[in-house]
């Protein structure tokens, strides 16, 4: 059964300090969180000390391709001292897979963060919106990506994003199960792209959490990223996660 977490960025809204908003996540049912955002402002060795106490697990951090090619060193450091070593490229823009050859171009910079990091025992993966899904060749920009990064890198594959992208996202999960380890469990609205509350807008939550299940990803992470009630929202993901499973 994969385990679950909260996306970090959802809480990104709450006032409190990082440590605060993990005994906060500890309340729920949540076995974990993904770092984002505020991880590399906060108190390092007070958020270790609050993961310590409350058991939650760092699923993964989100940090982005610059901070990987420019600081790998610092970087790794930061979050081996949080026990976190998986990382995940949360957003790279439309001109990334606006033709083949800037697809070639992506997949090689993150093939080339991702064989560094594997060497120093850290995990990378990409985390998808839906401008990955344009027609691309005789693909879409995100199956080219797949294929042209191999093993070293994994997906994160963000399921409302995905359905945004106009893809069934359970088919390619199923399709790709053996490169995705991490699923963000979203919801939109498929019209308007407008992230809602799980169950408010058009993903198929029961068949994609089972989808989850049958493809045995570890991870798989709430996220909102725009939550109008950030409390509601944890406790809404938990509860919801909850049911799924």
């Not at 001109?95 to 560094?116: C, I, K």
């Not at 994994?154 to 893809?167: C, I, M, S, T, Y």
């Amino acid at each position: 059964m994969a385990q679950t977490a909260i996306q970090l960025y959802s809480l990104r809204e709450l006032e409190e300090p990082l440590p605060d908003v993990l005994n906060e996540i500890d309340e729920t049912s949540f076995d974990g969180v993904e770092f984002a955002h505020r991880i590399r402002d906060a108190d390092g060795t007070e958020v270790a000390r609050a993961l310590e106490r409350t058991g939650l697990t760092p699923a993964s951090a989100h940090v982005d391709l610059e901070s990987l090619e420019d600081d790998v060193s610092s970087t790794v450091e930061f979050y081996d001292r949080l026990g976190c070593d998986t990382f995940v490229v949360p957003y790279l823009d439309e001109s990334h897979f606006e033709s083949l050859e800037a697809v070639e171009s992506t997949a090689n910079r993150l093939s080339a963060v991702a064989s560094d990091l594997a060497e120093r025992g850290v995990d990378l993966h990409y985390h998808n919106h839906e401008h990955e899904f344009v027609p691309c060749g005789e693909r879409t920009a995100m199956v080219e990506l797949l294929e042209r990064t191999g093993d070293v890198v994994g997906f994160e594959l963000d399921l409302g994003w995905a359905n945004v992208g106009g893809v069934d996202p359970v088919a390619f999960l199923e399709r790709y199960e053996e490169r995705i380890s991490l699923v963000h469990l979203a919801d939109a609205e498929t019209d308007s792209g407008s992230p809602t509350e799980l169950g408010e807008g058009d993903l198929d939550l029961e068949g994609c959490f089972e989808a989850v299940e049958r493809a045995n990803v570890e991870w798989c992470i709430y996220e909102h990223d725009r939550p109008t009630d950030p409390r509601r929202s944890l406790s809404h993901g938990a509860e919801t996660l909850d049911r799924l499973r």
